[in-house]
């Protein structure tokens, strides 16, 4: 199973004060975007480096540099764009594609109503963004989008997880390493985490 758990003090902090029910859609969408950078951070840990040599001030010096493919960001629509600004605000030159899955009210299941990604799938690594791992079917889907477009190395970035789709995700996409800043306690009768955080692309958005 391939949970990673970013358990940062910051990110730990943050997460507590957007749980709260108190807290409006300004700071939502603030604290949300701060979390994000922080775990984009811990999800770059193991980009591979090369060296190079450059020219300083005073003298020539080796240093090291980002090798590899180049990354690419997907949210899940909608909720999923609230995190993008703040990854972008640590890899500024990852291109972003755009997923729109929505979850089916009665069935729970996951309906593509949009897609539009890179034209250089193939030759990137992914972060697939959505707030919430709640059955994680929208998840798995998008994963299996990016998929069947050539991506071959994918990882999910989730703010809080739900044991039913961390188990989900992991029995379709065993590849897809999942890193999530929470693990919440279950799913109610209408597949909302509890805990949780409430419905997080409403809290984004202002909406109901």
């Known amino acids: 199973m391939q949970v990673h758990l970013i358990n940062h003090p910051l990110i730990q902090h943050k997460l507590s004060l957007i749980r709260d029910i108190r807290t409006g ?53 909608r909720a999923g764009l609230g995190m993008v600004n703040g990854v972008l605000r640590l890899i500024p030159a990852a291109k972003v594609g755009h997923v729109g899955l929505y979850r089916d009210p009665e069935s729970l299941q996951p309906v593509e109503y949009y897609c539009k990604l890179p034209t250089d799938v193939e030759e990137r690594d992914f972060i697939v963004i959505d707030p919430m791992l709640a059955t994680g079917g929208s998840s798995a889907a998008a994963i299996a989008l990016l998929k069947r477009h050539g991506a071959k190395n994918i990882k999910l970035m989730c703010l809080v997880a739900a044991p039913e789709g961390i188990n989900l995700v992991n029995e379709q996409h065993p590849d897809v390493g999942i890193y999530t800043a929470a693990v919440d306690l279950k799913l109610n009768e209408h597949g909302y985490i509890i805990p949780g955080l409430g419905d997080a692309g409403d809290r984004i958005f202002g909406t109901k």
Not at 26 to 55: G, H, Q, W
């Open 25 to 77: 859609t300004k700071e939502f969408r603030e604290i949300l975007e701060e979390i994000a950078t922080l775990m984009a951070y811990e999800i770059t840990r193991d980009l591979p480096l090369e060296d190079v040599e450059i020219e300083t001030p005073v003298s020539k010096c080796h240093c090291k540099m980002l090798a590899g493919k180049k990354l690419g960001v997907v949210p899940i629509l």
